[in-house]
């Protein structure tokens, strides 16, 4: 059974924001909440990372474990969900969550927190598979489609990878080992490199 | 009389917006008691053919590799 985990290449990721956009395309998420975003190390400065975060589906998820009303659950192909009926909105997970997932709808004056929202792998959520629902509460169920998540799907530089942990870690220790290091990595010597030139090769004689 | 009646009418009508409804079916406390959720592969699309639903992620899995799609 596949265990689903994203893997962001920071090496790869050029802060595009097309995994956002996506996201909040897909799945309709309401105002002021972001499932995905890109964050900058160093911006603007040589040598600058970025890379795009959302929830990581975490096998032992601390959202879960601090949960108040035990409202969420795991699939059965690892991805983290909850039950928005459930959810009190108190916050706990949003203290717990290393990443910053779990967002909150702003539902009134004065701050008023709605029901918690977070990326849900485009797995949609408890209710039956493509209903108004569903859509409504928890977005697109695009793995119910045999897709993934769209985010990574349509990344265009392919930094960000999702799907099945085994096969998402095999495309990037295939890409790293074929990438080297130094101006390598991120293509200078293809896209700029001089041919190689043959030991014996016959120089162009110079005139004088 | 009338206004006891009233008080009456008032605390009925007053309160018969207080009523929560349940969410929970049974509560367990450590667990997840909230609605079942179907596999992605029982729906009308894959007709509960598990093969085929991983079939499909896989090769959409793979889409992801360069190296396979436009090859070294």
Redesign the interface.
């Known amino acids: 059974m ?1 265990r689903m985990k994203f893997l962001c290449d920071s090496e790869r990721c050029i802060e595009c924001n097309g995994c956002v956009t996506a996201c909040k395309n897909e799945n309709e998420v309401p105002w002021g909440v972001n499932r995905r975003r890109v964050v900058t190390l160093g911006d603007g400065l040589p040598g600058e990372k970025s890379v795009s975060v959302a929830c990581m589906h975490c096998s032992d998820a601390p959202c879960m474990a601090v949960c108040p ?5 795991h ?3 690892g991805v983290v ?3 928005k ?2 959810c009190i909105g108190c916050g706990y997970c949003f203290y717990a969550c290393p990443f910053g997932a779990p967002q909150y709808p702003q539902t009134g004056a004065f701050g008023q927190r709605g029901k918690m929202d977070k990326c849900t792998f485009c ?8 209903s108004e629902e569903e859509f409504k509460k928890y977005g697109r ?1 695009r ?6 998540p769209l985010c ?2 349509m990344c265009s530089t ?1 930094a960000l ?4 942990g085994d ?2 870690a095999d ?1 990037f220790r ?2 790293a080992l ?1 990438r080297g290091k130094g101006g390598e990595m991120w293509g200078w010597g293809s896209a700029y490199g001089k041919p190689e030139q043959k030991p014996d090769a016959k120089k162009p004689e110079v005139k004088s | 009389m009338s206004k006891l009646v009233i008080a009456l009418l008032a605390a009925v009508f007053g309160l018969s917006a207080c009523g929560d409804k349940e ?2 079916v049974v509560y367990k ?15 009308a ?2 007709a509960g053919d598990k093969a ?3 079939g ?3 090769a ?8 396979k799609r436009v090859g ?1």
């Open positions: 596949a009303v035990d409202c969420f659950y699939t059965d192909e969900l909850h039950d009926d459930m797995a949609g959520g408890p209710e039956a598979d493509h169920n793995l119910a489609e045999g897709k993934l990574a799907e392919k990878l999702g799907g099945d096969v998402v495309i295939d890409r074929k | 969410a929970v406390q450590g667990s997840y008691s909230g609605k079942t959720d179907g596999k992605p592969w029982e729906n699309a894959f085929k639903w991983e499909s992620i896989r959409r899995g793979q889409a992801q590799n360069e190296s070294d």
